[in-house]
């Protein structure tokens, strides 16, 4: 069972490219996460999607872009990256509601310099 | 913005020994979520937890909701190295997102 799956798994990029982290799930899930872990700060939610067409931003939107044109796909999008973007990403997806349960993708690990 | 405050930041201890982790804040939740996440994965959820005084058990591991439902622990009977990992707490107010604690970070040493 795949769940949710997360591409690239690692990268490196120097400040002022893009890039775009890629996620896929298979769930049918309509509600999908992406989250940013640094270290001892716990998981801070970027964008959230409630369904294919609908975003909305989350605690730290600033320097990131999301679509959802499809259930299965959330990509986010990094525009002129910078070193504070260096960071652990997570996607997640879950049925309606913080009630549900959130599955998580293993992350993509990206470093800015 | 709901906060959710986890104590301890990390705990190391030997295999066998019994342990309480502790996540707190001043807002009422819907529910609270525990997770663990290994090295390299995402967090993978433990235990989903609605009634205020719900007390759940996960084989040696016992998760209680507080009855205001504003805190919740984590007791762990027995610890094994396998235990080892970085344990979540997250609650919503039920129609929104989740906010994720800082989390508590175990170490069981054989």
């Known amino acids: 069972n795949a769940g949710v799956t997360q591409t690239p798994k690692f990268r490196i990029l120097k400040i002022g490219q893009s890039m775009t982290l890629q996620c896929a799930q298979d769930?049918?899930?309509?509600?999908m996460y992406w989250y940013r872990q640094d270290p001892g700060m716990g998981l801070k939610l970027i964008y959230y999607s409630v369904g294919a067409g609908i975003t909305d931003k989350g605690e730290v939107p600033n320097g990131y872009n999301v679509s959802r044109s499809t259930t299965e796909d959330f990509p986010l999008r990094l525009e002129l990256a910078a070193p504070s973007q260096t960071s652990v990403y997570f996607c997640?997806?879950?049925?309606?509601?913080?009630?549900?349960?959130?599955?998580f993708g293993d992350g993509t690990r990206l470093s800015i310099l | 913005t709901q906060l959710l405050e986890q104590s301890p930041q990390f705990l190391s201890i030997q295999e066998g020994e019994n342990l309480t982790v502790y996540c707190n804040s001043s807002s009422v939740f819907s529910s609270l979520q525990w997770y663990r996440q290994e090295p390299g994965e995402g967090p993978v959820l433990l235990v989903t937890v609605v009634t205020g005084g719900e007390v759940k058990k996960l084989k040696r591991l016992t998760f209680q909701f507080g009855d205001a439902r504003k805190d919740s622990s984590l007791h762990i009977t027995a610890a094994q190295p396998g235990d080892t990992g970085l344990y979540l707490c997250a609650g919503g107010p039920g129609y929104s997102t989740l906010t994720f604690g800082k989390g508590t970070m175990l170490l069981v040493s054989p």
């Open positions: 997640a997806s879950s049925g309606p509601g913080s009630n549900q349960p959130q599955h």
């Open positions: 769930m049918n899930h309509n509600y």
